[in-house]
């Protein structure tokens, strides 16, 4: 009797108690024609959903060769969808269960997308010298490849809805705009630029939300920035305010442990990413890392 009193005892000492939630170890990644799911939780991070556009027999042939360089891996808030924009000129939302592929759209140097309310997806078409892109394109969720109507903008680069504030953000090479949806539930819905913040820098890029937070994260040219969305003030980030030519960063809500993605030299892409609090660096020999985001705690089964 006494023997099997300690070894409950011992049980009770060993078994972990989770106080919070554990931090988020899946992440998005995106640069080339792959889009995959990698697993941090192992000393070798390891891919355990991978996505090629040449490989979905629902996609369009047509629009298969325009995902080559995806710009943009941004997983739905209950991980179940994930939405891509390719500078190649295609957007997409995919399911994260299957891979298919539930709406797809042409956009020319896609940079960006979100989903709206009311069943829609707006999507940041970026600058091409024919002069089709600089602008944002909405969509029905249920209409592939058509239209409902865009706004005119210089090269944007990111969308983001908040919801708390009911505005859609962008930035674009000058600006950080906020946008009031305008008679959503008519036949003629519009994007109305309620909110104008010159840039303290040219050239918006990545643009993603703090969690818990009125901020903004923003990349430029040569800085990374925290924008207030309630004051509409610009201030440097304290780690990466002087970091040019940051690709990618998002913040993960569960942990709050930043990840991000510089380009190196003269490449747009890395094979490096970077992580804080603690400090660590991933490296993926061969591989062209544009965007990375975390993948929300709560997965998808």
Same mark, same amino acid.
Request: proline fraction near 8%; hydrophobic fraction near 45%; charge should be neutral.
């Given at each position: 009797?006494?023997?099997?009193?300690?070894?409950?005892?011992?049980?009770?000492?060993?078994?972990?108690?989770?106080?919070?939630?554990?931090?988020?170890?899946?992440?998005?990644?995106?640069?080339?024609?792959?889009?995959?799911?990698?697993?941090?939780?192992?000393?070798?991070?390891?891919?355990?959903?991978?996505?090629?556009?040449?490989?979905?027999?629902?996609?369009?042939?047509?629009?298969?060769?325009?995902?080559?360089?995806?710009?943009?891996?941004?997983?739905?808030?209950?991980?179940?969808?994930?939405?891509?924009?390719?500078?190649?000129?295609?957007?997409?939302?995919?399911?994260?269960?299957?891979?298919?592929?539930?709406?797809?759209?042409?956009?020319?140097?896609?940079?960006?997308?979100?989903? %709206?309310? *009311?069943?829609?997806?707006?999507?940041?078409?970026? @600058? $091409?010298?024919?002069?089709?892109?600089?602008? +944002?394109? !909405?969509?029905?969720?249920?209409?592939?490849?058509?239209?409902?109507?865009?706004?005119?903008?210089?090269?944007?680069?990111?969308?983001?809805?908040?919801?708390?504030?009911?505005?859609?953000?962008?930035?674009?090479?000058?600006?950080?705009?906020?946008?009031?949806?305008?008679?959503?539930?008519?036949?003629?819905?519009?994007?109305?630029?309620?909110?104008?913040?010159?840039?303290?820098?040219?050239?918006?890029?990545?643009?993603?939300?703090?969690?818990?937070?009125?901020?903004?994260?923003?990349?430029?040219?040569?800085?990374?920035?925290?924008?207030?969305?309630?004051?509409?003030?610009?201030?440097?980030?304290? %780690?990466? *305010?002087?970091?040019?030519?940051?690709?990618?960063? @998002? $913040?993960?809500?569960?942990?709050?442990?930043? +990840?991000? !993605?510089?380009?190196?030299?003269?490449?747009?892409?890395?094979?490096?990413?970077?992580?804080?609090?603690?400090?660590?660096?991933?490296?993926?020999?061969?591989?062209?890392?544009?965007?990375?985001?975390?993948?929300?705690?709560?997965?998808?089964?």
């Amino acid at each position: 009797m006494r023997f099997r009193r300690a070894l409950i005892l011992v049980a009770i000492m060993v078994t972990p108690l989770v106080t919070a939630p554990l931090p988020a170890q899946q992440v998005v990644v995106c640069g080339a024609d792959e889009l995959y799911i990698l697993d941090l939780a192992t000393p070798t991070p390891r891919k355990v959903w991978s996505w090629r556009a040449r490989e979905r027999p629902e996609l369009p042939e047509a629009m298969r060769g325009k995902f080559q360089t995806i710009a943009e891996c941004k997983p739905s808030a209950d991980g179940r969808r994930l939405l891509i924009a390719s500078s190649s000129h295609g957007a997409a939302v995919i399911e994260r269960a299957t891979g298919r592929v539930a709406f797809y759209a042409t956009a020319m140097n896609g940079h960006s997308i979100e989903l %709206l309310p *009311g069943n829609r997806v707006v999507i940041a078409a970026s @600058h $091409v010298a024919n002069g089709t892109g600089d602008r +944002l394109s !909405v969509y029905d969720l249920d209409r592939s490849d058509v239209e409902l109507f865009h706004v005119d903008t210089p090269w944007p680069h990111a969308v983001i809805w908040d919801a708390a504030r009911q505005l859609l953000w962008a930035d674009s090479q000058r600006d950080v705009v906020g946008y009031r949806l305008t008679d959503w539930g008519t036949a003629a819905p519009r994007l109305t630029a309620e909110i104008v913040a010159p840039l303290p820098d040219i050239n918006g890029h990545d643009m993603m939300p703090v969690p818990d937070s009125p901020h903004l994260l923003l990349a430029t040219a040569a800085h990374t920035w925290l924008f207030d969305r309630d004051s509409h003030q610009f201030t440097k980030h304290p %780690l990466l *305010g002087d970091a040019a030519k940051v690709k990618s960063m @998002h $913040v993960d809500p569960a942990s709050k442990r930043l +990840l991000w !993605v510089q380009g190196e030299g003269t490449r747009w892409w890395s094979e490096v990413l970077h992580l804080q609090d603690p400090d660590t660096t991933i490296t993926l020999p061969g591989e062209k890392v544009y965007k990375v985001r975390w993948m929300p705690s709560a997965r998808p089964r």
